[in-house]
């Protein structure tokens, strides 16, 4: 009789053991390759995370510029002009530009032949894209191309036929090669008539020159804004005389800065 120690090894047993090892090797094999792939989709997400966040701040600086804006009007029609002004040896040039948000910009401009603009007249008809924390003292020193002190100042008040004008100049320069800024706001309709002339000798006949130029600004088409229309039936009775370019104490407030009361 055997005993248990002494019973030989069962072959079937070894033989059986094999196999589950490899299963289990298999098994591990699998998941560690299913780990690897889930790891790797999980870098290439973060990789494409990493890459979209570093392209949205110049996303963002982007998308103003995106947005429509101001735009040449080649199609449209002049509503305005200046008539009988006499500009020795200057062209006269006009632009429009719209809106997409209603407003519109009719620029007036007058230079010599191959030389910068020597004067400039705007009428703005507002829009949605009005922005009333804008200055317009600094749109019109912008238009000027000021070197080296764009700031403007008051440089006194004439009277036209749209009424009183605010007259702006660079700041500090009271000399009478400066030339001149201009800005009146109108609230029926809402209008903004603006611009600046380098026009005459001493300030005395530029601030003539564009007393003149409003005072010849006329109407050619309101479109369908009647209140545009009776703004300057109205303005023609009050129309003065410019013929002379010398200045005179019924259309000339000041000459220096006075202190200017409400909004330009």
């Not at 008809?125 to 191309?145: K, N, Q, T, W």
């Not at 609230?187 to 600046?196: A, F, H, R, V, Y």
């Amino acid at each position: 009789m055997r005993t248990f120690w002494a019973s030989p090894a069962n072959p079937s047993y070894s033989s059986q053991i094999h196999p589950a090892l490899i299963r289990l090797a298999d098994e591990f094999c699998g998941t560690l390759a299913y780990l690897f792939v889930y790891v790797g989709a999980l870098a290439l997400l973060a990789i494409c995370g990493i890459h979209l966040w570093d392209q949205l701040p110049s996303l963002e600086a982007d998308e103003p510029a995106g947005k429509p804006g101001w735009s040449v009007a080649s199609r449209s029609y002049p509503a305005f002009a200046v008539r009988q002004l006499d500009f020795p040896e200057k062209t006269a040039s006009y632009e429009i530009l719209r809106h997409p948000e209603g407003g519109r910009r009719d620029i007036l401009r007058w230079a010599v032949q191959g030389e910068k603009p020597a004067a400039e007249l705007e009428i703005y008809r507002l829009g949605s894209e009005f922005d009333p924390s804008r200055s317009p003292a600094a749109e019109i020193a912008a238009h000027m191309d000021l070197k080296g002190t764009p700031e403007l100042e008051t440089a006194g008040i004439i009277d036209s036929k749209f009424g009183k004008v605010a007259l702006l100049r660079r700041a500090g320069e009271a000399d009478a090669r400066s030339c001149l800024g201009y800005i009146k706001r109108l609230n029926e309709p809402d209008l903004q008539i603006s611009g600046w002339s380098c026009q005459g000798d001493g300030l005395a006949a530029r601030r003539a020159a564009i007393s003149c130029v409003l005072d010849r600004l006329t109407l050619l088409t309101a479109g369908n804004d009647p209140k545009l229309a009776e703004l300057f039936a109205h303005a023609e009775l009050r129309r003065g005389s410019s013929a002379t370019s010398a200045p005179s104490a019924d259309w000339m407030t000041s000459a220096e800065n006075p202190l200017l009361r409400g909004r330009l």
